[in-house]
């Protein structure tokens, strides 16, 4: 009986996951996944690193290196990349593997978890490149009228 009680506790816990309250865990992961790094890292690793050139965001997932990443995702820190592949790590949303190898190879791949978050983060990523134009045009517009 304990296992059914703890198993309707975690049951009850997720149902009552709100975001919009302050107290909500779901709070913290939707900041973690809205990081512009996340986003890249994510369809990065979920597209396989080279892009289609008909279509950036469709490609094979696949694992990569460090540096495959660090080279790919332009302005990326160092400090920054480590830090982003290391709390989706532990999200569960990629895992890491180290080969012992001189010097040890290690490489990024997508979890089951982080490729249902791909699908998700490759659309708004492609949204925000289809409309890029449409935004500047409107903030240059709004700028207009308000200097």
């Known amino acids: 009986?304990?296992?059914?009680?703890a198993a309707q506790k975690r049951a009850q816990a997720k149902a009552e996951y709100d975001a919009f309250l302050?107290?909500?865990p779901s709070r913290k992961l939707l900041e973690r996944i809205s990081d512009k790094w996340v986003a890249l890292i994510?369809?990065?690793l979920g597209s396989g690193g080279s892009p289609r050139p008909d279509d950036p965001c469709i490609g094979e997932p696949r694992s990569m290196r460090y540096s495959e990443l660090s080279?790919?995702?332009?302005?990326?820190?160092?400090?920054m990349l480590t830090q982003t592949l290391r709390a989706l790590e532990r999200d569960g949303l990629i895992t890491r593997t180290?080969?012992?190898?001189?010097?040890?190879?290690?490489?990024?791949?997508?979890t089951d978890l982080g490729l249902s978050l791909h699908r998700l983060v490759?659309?708004?990523?492609?949204w925000a490149e289809a409309h890029m134009d449409e935004v500047?045009?409107?903030?240059?517009?709004?700028?207009?009228?308000v200097g």
Do not use: F, W
């Open 122 to 126: 490759r659309e708004i990523k492609g």
């Open 71 to 79: 080279r790919l995702l332009a302005g990326v820190s160092q400090k």
């Open 98 to 110: 180290a080969t012992p190898t001189v010097p040890v190879t290690v490489s990024y791949e997508l």
């Open 1 to 5: 009986m304990a296992t059914t009680a």
């Open 136 to 145: 500047l045009t409107n903030r240059a517009a709004h700028d207009t009228h």
């Open 42 to 44: 994510v369809t990065a």
């Open 22 to 24: 302050a107290v909500c």
